[in-house]
């Protein structure tokens, strides 16, 4: 695999803040399925300012913009959501501290190292219904891949996130508002799946990864 330098992490983090931003709204919706409808709204609100933050934020390692990203999540993310991402985004941080540059090995110890402190901080495992839900069959796929060509990477996450999407569809979530409604939580989207599946493909789109996402929710 080619490396992961600084620069593509902060253009990937800088496009992932375009794609929140852009679909605040429609997040909220999904999460007023069955949740209280604020997902879109309070991840939005961080992610605006890791947009205009992010040219001046310290870039000496990838741990250390990472490091920063987590703070500002934790800090201006709104309801769950602040926790789970600043928790991912620091854990992320942790095991890049240093480095300027990054191979596929790391980036896979990175997503297993978010996907722990995500899962002790929320308390949530697979199959509650929640972004883990995506995140934890990326980090399978990752495992199998060698990282060799980053383009045929990026397409196949992306389409492990898509497919989580309708997996997890009839399930009853367990873990955040939507788990207070029990069953009428069944046969709606996870929003944080989504977001996770929408924002890989929004890095195929902007990257040129033919790619063509299959969830309705993708192509709303």
Not at 20 to 32: A, T
Not at 103 to 109: C, I, K, R, S, V
């Amino acid at each position: 695999m080619s490396t992961l330098t600084i620069a593509q992490i902060e253009e990937a983090l800088d496009v992932t803040c375009d794609t929140v931003i852009r679909n605040e709204k429609y997040f909220s919706d999904l999460d007023g399925l069955a949740g209280d409808g604020d997902f879109g709204t309070s991840l939005a609100t961080g992610f605006k300012v890791i947009k205009a933050d992010l040219p001046g934020i310290d870039k000496s390692a990838i741990g250390a913009m990472l490091l920063k990203i987590s703070m500002i999540c934790s800090k201006h993310v709104g309801g769950s959501s602040g926790p789970i991402w600043g928790t991912g985004f620091m854990r992320a941080g942790m095991v890049s501290k240093g480095l300027t540059e990054i191979g596929h090995q790391q980036l896979t110890d990175m997503v297993g190292s978010a996907l722990e402190g995500i899962m002790a901080r929320g308390g949530a495992v697979r199959g509650d219904k929640t972004l883990l839900d995506a995140l934890i069959p990326i980090h399978e796929k990752l495992q199998e891949m060698d990282g060799s060509d980053l383009g045929v990477v990026l397409a196949a996450v992306a389409q492990v996130a898509d497919q989580a999407i309708d997996e997890t569809r009839g399930l009853i979530a367990h873990r955040g508002r939507a788990s207070q409604v029990g069953a009428r939580s069944a046969n709606t989207p996870d929003p944080g799946i989504v977001g996770i599946a929408t924002i890989l493909c929004d890095w195929c789109k902007h990257y040129g990864v033919d790619y063509t996402p299959q969830a309705a929710e993708l192509n709303h």
